[in-house]
């Protein structure tokens, strides 16, 4: 039987994004920073770096805005 791999990343939504950088701040893999592109309310707004997420939910429970990060589960055969 084949092992089920398991991936973690998290979707920012820019346009809720305030850019407090409470996620940022509180991720423990420092997978998340803040970039340069403004979102429509003038905020830079959290980005995922793309590698080492591990599903904490760290920064989604840190964030005040609802609906502003997601994590969703990539989960693979791996064959």
């Known amino acids: 039987m084949a092992e089920k791999k398991k991936e973690f990343f998290p979707v920012i939504e820019a346009e809720e994004c305030k850019g407090c950088g409470r ?3 509180a991720c423990p893999k420092k997978v998340l920073e803040m970039g340069i592109s ?3 309310m003038g905020s830079a707004y959290a980005a995922y ?3 080492g997420c591990i599903g904490c939910g760290a920064c989604f429970y840190n964030c ?3 609906g502003a990060i997601t994590i969703i589960e990539k989960i693979e055969d791996d064959d």
């Open 38 to 40: 403004l979102n429509a």
């Open 49 to 51: 770096k793309g590698d």
């Open 64 to 66: 005040p805005e609802p």
């Open 23 to 25: 996620c940022v701040n």
